[in-house]
């Protein structure tokens, strides 16, 4: 007899399938029984977990972002030199963990709905608030300790974050325009221009 699995397992097993779907028709022509074909699952064990589509768009939603800001946090957070976080977070996010196309299209369809949906603005903006003050943080510590008091931590924070939300729009749009590997580099030079006694930590070498 097979093992039950448990409410958690059929819960990422739904997610999964969600984001499959999502990156393959869009957020607005995923439905519960396109999930459920995909996950292998009954439409009862959907409805079991999660009541509604939008319950489970709004899960699957909080596991991307989830997902993705516990490895940023856990770099920012770290106890090394505020120059090796940043070079850290730099191969995090051009990681291919990060930058799988699945992933990166589940991404931008949420955003995109995001200002018509007020629910899935309220989760992307509380985590990217999260994200961007912790990295003003990091920034600030190594304007502090570097010697670099003529920067803005808030100003570079916002310029390094749109940069790295473009960079990424392009990687999954224009993949044959922009490689990883160059996409990694445009982010790595706006760093080292900023602290360019820092630039071998920022590369990794430090």
Same mark, same amino acid.
């Given at each position: ?8 397992? %059929? ?25 459920? %074909? ?20 709004? +899960? ?19 106890e ?12 995090f996010? $051009?990681? +291919? ?7 990166m ?28 003050n ?21 100003? !570079?924070a ?15 749009? +224009?993949?044959?325009? !922009?490689?990883?590997?160059? +996409? ?6 706006? !760093?080292?221009?900023? $602290?360019?006694?820092? %630039? ?7």
């Open positions: 007899m097979s093992k039950i699995k448990s409410k958690e397992v %059929r819960q990422e097993e739904l997610i999964a399938a969600t984001m499959r779907c999502i990156a393959r028709v869009g957020l607005s022509a995923t439905t519960l029984q396109m999930v459920t %074909r995909e996950a292998g699952l009954s439409l009862g064990i959907a409805n079991l977990h999660f009541q509604s589509k939008e319950n489970l768009l709004r +899960a699957t939603l909080e596991a991307v972002m989830r997902e993705y800001h516990s490895g940023q946090f856990a770099i920012l957070e770290g090394v030199s505020p120059a090796v976080r940043l070079g850290r977070l730099l191969d996010q $051009f990681s +291919a963990r990060v930058t799988n196309r699945e992933k299209s589940v991404w931008f369809a949420y955003y995109g709905e995001a200002s018509a949906r007020p629910m899935y603005q309220k989760i992307c903006a509380s985590m990217d608030r999260l994200a961007a912790k990295l003003e943080q990091v920034l600030a510590a190594l304007i502090s300790t570097g010697g670099y008091q003529r920067l803005d931590a808030r100003q !570079l916002t310029g390094y974050l749109a940069m790295i939300d473009g960079l990424w729009l392009s990687l999954l749009v +224009a993949p044959r325009s !922009l490689t990883k590997k160059n +996409a990694k580099h445009i982010a790595a030079t706006y !760093l080292i221009d900023a $602290f360019p006694r820092h %630039r071998e930590e920022l590369l990794g070498r430090g």
